[in-house]
């Protein structure tokens, strides 16, 4: 892998802001010179600053019937995730706003300010019928705007009025800031969190998750939640073949120390314009590592589609294969065993559902 001569981007996980070459953008920005014309008014950015769009979708919950996943039903109160996970499988989704998936997807967000109020409209509907609804599944609730906008909070209020089930997936302490909603929601067990920690290392934790709270951070947030009688699980996620799987055992271990009872692991996915920014940002930070890196995530796709960076088929991607994926595999059961922890799927309570009150009003009862 060639080294990278341009020089990095620090606090950023992207490290350039090339145009996707799907949806027509890459034609479209190269059209007119626009970006020479902006730099010629307002010179070269100084800095790369975050900026936040409000949008007004007319709903809010999204369904899917993929049966790789656990949920049908989700809800992502912002689009983008100032988190800057280099290897987040959901920065190809800035594409379908002619933005990129680079620097764009960690830089220029979207917050929808309205997710509560449309939430209270959906559940109020005569048919509707509940199942626990998945936040964090494409971007994290609790980056960093979460502190300014409380989205997140509110749609928790929500859950709670109308006891609704759901659950968090997040890489941020900051889910404690609502540890009293979540502490309410578990006594009726109607909420299950679930905090991502990928290394031990905070110098390699800011190169690959620059703006994600700091691994010993995470620990501490599982800890707090188990403490509070939250139903915690502690994903190991992703695995990076070379870059964070010697962290895999002593992730378990003090996991299981803090209390946590349910563990799993994920593989590193490299879905659409994942895989280039993730190889550029190897060769910036890892360019003596980044072949052998490669050549084990192509081998834990080889057997089901040739070997390629990302297996997109239903049933077989997030389910690795051949010698390194059964050692991952192996290596995890047995950290789980010695540390007494295991994967538990918590079982949410949907019979207590009823109609949200309407926004602003108390219930009688």
Known sequence: MER????????????????????????????????????????PPVKLRTTVTEEHPKTILTFNTSPDIAFDRSINAYRGCEHGCIYCFARPTHAYHDLSPGLDFETRLFAKPDAARLLRETLARPRYRPKPIAMGTNTDPYQPIERTYRITRQVLEVCLDSRHPVTITTKSDRVLDDLDL??????????????????????LSGLLEPRAAAPAKRLAALGRLVEAGVPAHCSVSPIIPAITDSFMEDIVSRAAALGVKSAGWIPLRLPHEVAPLFREWLSVHFPERGDKVMSIVRSIRANRNGGRDN????????????????????????????????KHRFELDCTGFRTPAPAGQLRLL
């Open 311 to 342: 297996d997109p088929a239903f049933f077989t991607r997030m389910r690795p294969s051949g010698v390194w994926a059964d050692l991952f595999r192996a290596r995890f059961a047995l950290a789980c065993r010695r540390a007494g922890i295991g």
């Open 4 to 43: 990278r001569l341009a020089p990095r981007i620090d606090g950023r996980g992207a490290q350039s802001a090339e145009a996707p070459q799907r949806f027509g953008l890459a034609e479209r920005a190269v059209d007119g010179d626009w970006r020479d014309h902006v730099e010629s008014l307002d010179g």
């Open 182 to 203: 979540i502490t309410q929601l578990a006594r009726q067990r109607l909420i299950a969190v679930s905090v991502s920690v990928t290394s031990l290392d905070p110098r």
